[in-house]
């Protein structure tokens, strides 16, 4: 009989969680023969990247994956073999309910965020008891090296990636009705939260010599460029604007098949989370990170573990590089143009690199692998 498996999200920042969770299902389905249902509280931030989910349906079956509204969870709902509680989301009590009723009881993965710091390696794997009830769930942590749960990669994404730099690129732009590259041009995709130095980063772009195209999803941040921009430019509509060397281009947001192949064809990324960090790195491209701000400033911490790890190879130039642009697009410094500059510098360098950190990142399975590895030896 096939495993079922249920993964409950909560929507935190709009399309990080849910765009880790529905890769997870999509690949647990199709790589691994899993039944899953994928219960999710927001489903209109859902339809952003998804854009076959209907926000108004209580059940859906979109690639084989089972959607269903958390808030229509029944009350006689039978739990999955295997249940991932997805980044501390609390399980609704009627299904912890159901679960301690089951005469074998499910498999329950407290699947925890990313990150670099050392401590992940000794917490990954370990039981947390409930406090109150006889069940217990196990803390599973992805992460960059052995002995963590790995990084969402399904088995066909670099080969995808790179048949479609060889033949598909041009077809892309087109059918995104974006332009071609002009010789020479610099093509950037920007995705962020709030708080970064937005009007310094188009500043300094505009006065650079090289032909720029900086390409953003709609969202806060574009529509903070489109209401600004009104006394920067020289041409303006409502997805291009236009100042010296560079060119902005507004574009619809991406399911994330697409938002894939907008990494893959643009020179540089900034993205931000977890989700459009990790799909940065295996795109192979020099990327900036813009993390997700926590209180007390924990993120910090991961930021710099995760730096630390990433650099540890590199130059001393090109590891200050990148340590100075990302500190200051995440606010840890002033932002000063040279740090752009010296980044912008580096790009060869960071492209053998970013090939290093791919061929590292491959010596463990990816997270999905990990996790049916896991149940295997449970069930």
């Not at 209109?44 to 229509?72: G, T």
């Not at 911490?301 to 990433?310: E, G, Q, S, V």
């Not at 510098?345 to 970013?354: I, V």
């Not at 791919?358 to 996790?371: E, G, H, S």
Request: charged content about 20%.
């Amino acid at each position: 009989m096939r495993q079922r498996w249920d993964i409950f999200c909560t929507v935190i920042d709009n399309f990080g969680d849910i765009g880790i969770c529905w890769r997870l299902a999509k690949q647990l389905v199709h790589e691994h023969g899993k039944i899953v249902r994928l219960w999710v509280d927001d489903l209109v931030s859902f339809s952003c990247i998804a854009p076959q989910v209907d926000p108004a349906a209580e059940r859906q079956v979109i690639q084989q994956v089972e959607i269903y509204s958390w808030s229509m969870l029944p009350k006689a709902v039978e739990p999955a073999d295997v249940v991932i509680e997805a980044f501390a989301c609390e399980l609704p009590e009627i299904y912890v309910s159901a679960m301690l009723q089951m005469t074998k009881q499910p498999v329950w993965i407290n699947l925890e965020y990313l990150s670099a710091e050392s401590w992940v390696a000794q917490y990954h794997g370990l039981p947390s008891p409930h406090p109150r009830l006889s069940l217990s769930k196990t803390f599973f942590f992805p992460g960059f090296v052995a002995n963590t749960g790995g990084l969402l990669r399904e088995k066909d994404l670099l080969a995808q990636r790179d048949e479609f730099t060889r033949h598909e690129e041009a077809g892309f732009w087109s059918t995104k009705h974006l332009p071609m590259r002009k010789p020479g041009e610099l093509r950037i995709s920007l995705f962020s939260y709030d708080a970064v130095p937005i009007d310094e980063l188009i500043a300094t772009l505009s006065a650079c010599n090289q032909s720029i195209l900086l390409i953003v999803p709609a969202g806060r941040i574009a529509e903070y460029i489109q209401r600004v921009s009104f006394d920067l430019i020289s041409l303006q509509s409502d997805t291009v604007i236009v100042q010296n060397q560079l060119t902005i281009r507004i574009i619809p947001f991406m399911e994330q098949a697409d938002y894939d192949r907008l990494l893959w064809s643009c020179d540089i990324n900034f993205v931000r989370g977890e989700d459009s960090f990790v799909r940065a790195q295996w795109a192979g491209k020099p990327f900036v990170w813009n993390i997700y701000p926590q209180t007390e400033n924990a993120h910090w911490h991961k930021l710099n573990a995760f730096l630390d790890l990433y650099t540890v190879n590199m130059s001393l130039s090109t590891a200050q590089a990148i340590r100075d642009l990302w500190l200051t697009w995440n606010g840890g410094m002033a932002w000063h143009p040279s740090a752009w500059l010296n980044f912008l510098t580096m790009r060869e360098s960071l492209m053998q690199h970013s090939r290093d950190w791919i061929n590292q990142l491959l010596k463990q399975d990816d997270l999905a692998t990990n996790l049916v590895r896991f149940v295997e030896n449970k069930l």
